[in-house]
Antibody
Framework: QVQLVQSGAEVKRPGASVKVSCKAS????????ISWVRQAPGQGPEWMGW????????IYAQKIQGRVTMATDTSTSTAYMELRSLTSDDTAMYYC??????????????WGQGTLVTVSS | EIVLTQSPGTLSLSPGERATLSCRAS???????LAWYQQKPGQAPRLLIY???SRAAGIPDRFSGSGSGTDFTLTISRLEPEDFAVYYC?????????FGGGTKVEIK
């Protein structure tokens, strides 16, 4: 069965960076893209960007471009998302999701369990 | 970017009743590329509907989606106890993909 297993919760100081991993199993990793979606407490989800697991092409959301880096390691079927210069506005649950559509940033059929990132001084 | 407005914010219904959830887009959604998700407390969202009206794998047929252009609807024909949750719409016809603010379906 398809699974996306993410790394554990993080607490960071303002200005720090966080890196979240997402290990995929149960399907051919390079057949689908991975998007990252975050959800602040009590809010709707927010798309952060997409990476092709096939060729590494990337599209970042304009709001966080310049602060985010996404990558994949096909040898371990793992995706990574690093977010830098954290502020309290970045406090959220972060999800990796399998991106099903023919275009980058489509719809998402499998979600990781989420990684809670808390930014606090 | 396309802004999605969901209404009502909260829907109070009893098991067995029909639920009708609305999602309105600030501009036309290309090719009806509109998805619906269900989220329960402490869980990740679950895909219910894509392409405005296609049910995802394993989703019961009491869930149905309709609409086009700027107006979309998710209907739950007869609410089961496990259907009380928050529902989000998401458009993916234009980049960036965007989500609505959600409708909470609660037990009356």
């Amino acid at each position: 069965q398809v699974q996306l297993v993410q790394s554990g919760a993080e607490v960071k100081r303002p200005g720090a960076s966080v890196k979240v991993s997402c290990k995929a199993s149960g399907y051919t990793f390079t057949d689908f893209g991975i998007s990252w979606v975050r959800q602040a407490p009590g809010q709707g989800p927010e798309w952060m960007g997409w990476i092709s697991a096939y060729n590494g092409n990337i599209i970042y959301a304009q709001k966080i471009q310049g602060r985010v880096t996404m990558a994949t390691d096909t040898s371990t079927s793992t995706a990574y998302m690093e977010l830098r210069s954290l502020t309290s506005d970045d406090t959220a649950m972060y999800y990796c999701v399998r991106d099903l559509g023919s275009l980058p940033g489509s719809f998402f059929d499998y979600w990781g369990q989420g990684t809670l990132v808390t930014v606090s001084s | 970017e396309i802004v999605l407005t969901q209404s009502p914010g909260t829907l109070s219904l009893s098991p067995g009743e029909r639920a009708t959830l609305s999602c309105r887009a600030s501009q036309s959604v290309t090719r009806s590329y509109l998805a619906w998700y269900q989220q329960k407390p402490g869980q990740a969202p679950r895909l219910l509907i894509y392409g405005a009206s296609s049910r995802a794998a394993g989703i019961p047929d009491r869930f149905s989606g309709s609409g086009s252009g700027t107006d979309f609807t998710l209907t739950i024909s007869r609410l089961e106890p496990e259907d009380f949750a928050v529902y989000y719409c998401q458009q993916y016809g234009s980049s960036p993909p965007t989500f609505g603010g959600g409708t909470k379906v609660e037990i009356k």
